[in-house]
C-alpha cells in the first residue's frame, strides 16, 4: 500500500504517563476531550508508550473491520495483559486464531449454550440463598462472588472437580492476574500487582493442567470439559496447553464483563421502580427453572440489558497493535504502533444518541432502533473477527442471574447516586455499589 497521509496530531504530556492518570479519574471525560480538540485520530502516551487513539464509530470502524491486515490483537492486548492471558483466542491473529476460534466455536454451539444455561440455574438460585435483605447492600462484591461461583460450576465443573478450598485459590489468583493492565510499574517486583499476577498465572496454569487429564477421560458438560472434547469437522482439536491457555483466558473474558453488566442494570432498576416492575412481571412469567428459548423470549428485560451495556461498556477500549503501515481517516499510522480502538466514546456521543447520559432503554426497542444510526454506534461486544465469542453466554448468564433476583428481591437505589467507578483494568464501583435490598 502506498502511504501518502499525515500524522495524526499528538497531545504532549507528562512522558510515560501522559493521559494514563486523566483516563483512571475518567475515561469518557478524557475520550470526550481528546476527541474534541484532536478529532477522531490522534497520539497521546499512554502507561508508558506512545497510542493512536481511535474516537467515534466511523474511526473504530477502520481497525475493526481490518481491511489490510494491519490491526492485529495480540500485540496490542499483550502489552495490557500479555503475560497473564498470553496465548487466549482474544490474543491470537490471523491464520492461527481463525483456526484457534473455529474450534472454540464448537464449544459455544446453541446446544453446549442450552446445557450450560441449564446448570446456571441452581447455581444462581444457590448463590442468592446467602443474600441477606439490607438497606445498605453492597451489590458489587455480591455479584462478584456470584459470577465467580458459576464460573467454577459452569466453567470447571465445580465441585466434582476440586475443593473449596482449592477453588478458593484459583478464583484468587485469577483476580491478580485481572487487576495488572493499568499497572504502571510493569516489572516482577515483590509488592507490586504485575508481580503478583506473574505468580498467579503459574498458579492457574498449574491448576488447569492438573486437572486436564481427567477431563479429557471422563468429561462432563462444563466448558472445560467440552474444550477437551471438542474436534472441527476437519478433525482439528486443542493441545492440552491451548486448553490451560484458554481456560485461563475465558475465566478472564466472562467474570468482570458479565459482573458490572449486572451490577449497572440493578443500579438503574434501583432508580427506575416502574422498570424494575416491568422486568419483575416479565420475570414471574418464566417456568422455575427457565431455558435458553425462555430467556431469548424477554423483552423489558433485553432492553435493560442493551441501554446498560450503552451506558457502562465493561470493555471500554479494545487494544490494537499495527503489523505495517496504514491509513485511517487520512492519518498515517507507522507499523508498531499500539492503538486504543476507544468504542466508549461512540455509546455517549450526542451525534449519534438523543440525550446519551438518560438511562432510556426503549431507545433499543423496534419502534425506535437508536443503535441502526450506525454500525459501530453500540459496539460492547466489539466488531470484526475477535467479535466476542461469548455474547449469547453472557447474555443467557446475565438474564438468569436478572430473573432470579427479580423473583426474590425488590430494590431501590438513590434517584442522584453515580457510581464513583475504578477504571484500573475493566470498571467497577468502587464504593461496592449500596443498595436498599428487600426480600420480595
Ligand atoms: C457482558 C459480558 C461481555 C462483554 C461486554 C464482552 C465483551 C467482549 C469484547 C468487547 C471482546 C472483543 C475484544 C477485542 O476485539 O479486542 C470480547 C472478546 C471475547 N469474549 Fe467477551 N464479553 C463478555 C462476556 C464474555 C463471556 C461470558 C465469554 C465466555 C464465556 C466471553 C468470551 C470472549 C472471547 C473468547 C473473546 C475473544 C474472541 C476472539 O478474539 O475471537 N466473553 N468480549
Not at 144 to 165: C, N, S
Not at 239 to 254: G, R
Not at 291 to 317: F, N, W, Y
Request: charged share 25%; hydrophobic share 40%.
Amino acid at each position: 500500500m502506498t502511504v501518502a497521509a499525515d500524522a495524526p496530531p499528538r497531545r504532549r504530556g507528562l512522558p510515560y504517563v501522559g493521559r494514563t492518570l486523566a483516563y483512571i479519574r475518567d475515561p469518557l471525560a478524557m475520550m470526550r476531550d481528546q476527541h474534541d480538540r484532536f478529532g477522531q485520530v490522534s497520539e497521546i502516551d499512554f502507561i508508558g508508550k506512545r497510542w493512536t487513539v481511535l474516537l467515534g464509530p466511523d474511526a473504530c470502524d477502520v481497525a475493526l473491520r481490518n481491511g489490510d491486515k494491519a490491526f492485529a490483537s495480540g500485540e496490542g492486548w499483550g502489552y495490557l495483559v500479555g503475560p497473564f492471558f498470553d496465548r487466549g483466542l482474544m490474543l491470537l491473529d490471523f491464520d492461527e486464531h481463525h483456526r484457534h476460534r473455529r474450534i472454540m466455536q464448537s464449544a459455544f454451539t446453541r446446544e453446549h449454550l442450552e446445557r450450560y444455561t441449564t446448570a446456571l440455574q441452581p447455581a444462581v438460585a444457590e448463590g442468592l440463598d446467602t443474600w441477606q435483605p439490607n438497606d445498605r447492600f453492597l451489590a458489587y462484591p455480591a455479584l462478584k462472588e456470584l459470577t465467580l461461583d458459576l464460573a467454577t460450576t459452569v466453567f470447571m465443573g465445580g465441585a466434582d472437580l476440586t475443593t473449596p478450598d482449592e477453588l478458593h485459590r484459583v478464583n484468587r489468583a485469577f483476580i491478580d492476574c485481572v487487576q495488572s493492565a493499568t499497572a504502571l510499574v510493569r516489572v516482577n517486583l515483590p509488592g507490586t500487582r504485575w508481580g503478583r499476577a506473574l505468580r498467579s498465572r503459574a498458579t492457574l496454569e498449574e491448576f488447569f493442567s492438573r486437572h486436564l487429564p481427567a477431563k479429557r477421560a471422563n468429561p462432563g458438560t462444563d466448558l472445560f470439559s467440552v474444550l477437551c472434547q471438542v474436534t472441527t469437522e476437519d478433525g482439528e482439536r486443542f493441545s492440552d496447553e491451548d486448553i490451560v491457555n484458554h481456560m485461563i483466558f475465558l475465566l478472564m473474558a466472562a467474570h468482570d464483563t458479565s459482573t458490572i453488566t449486572v451490577s449497572t442494570m440493578m443500579q438503574h432498576l434501583g432508580q427506575n421502580p416502574e422498570w424494575q416492575q416491568r422486568c419483575r412481571d416479565e420475570a414471574m412469567s418464566l417456568p422455575e427453572h427457565p431455558s435458553m428459548a425462555d430467556l431469548d423470549g424477554l423483552t423489558a428485560i433485553d432492553l435493560v440489558l442493551k441501554e446498560s451495556l450503552r451506558l457502562v461498556p465493561p470493555v471500554p477500549v479494545l487494544a490494537r497493535k499495527t503489523v505495517k503501515d496504514t491509513e485511517v481517516l487520512g492519518h498515517h499510522i507507522p507499523a508498531d504502533r499500539l492503538v486504543a480502538v476507544m468504542v466508549h466514546l461512540s455509546h455517549h456521543m450526542e451525534e449519534l444518541w438523543p440525550e446519551p447520559e438518560r438511562f432510556d432503554p426503549e431507545r433499543f426497542a423496534e419502534h425506535r432502533r437508536e443503535d441502526k444510526v450506525h454500525r459501530h454506534a453500540w459496539e460492547p461486544f466489539g466488531g470484526g473477527v475477535h467479535k466476542c465469542l461469548g455474547m449469547f453466554f453472557a447474555g443467557a448468564e446475565v438474564k438468569t442471574v436478572m430473573v432470579h433476583l427479580l423473583r426474590r428481591f425488590t430494590w431501590t437505589v438513590d434517584p442522584d447516586y453515580r457510581p464513583p467507578m475504578n477504571y484500573h483494568s475493566l470498571p467497577f464501583p468502587k464504593d461496592g455499589q449500596p443498595i436498599s435490598l428487600s426480600a420480595l
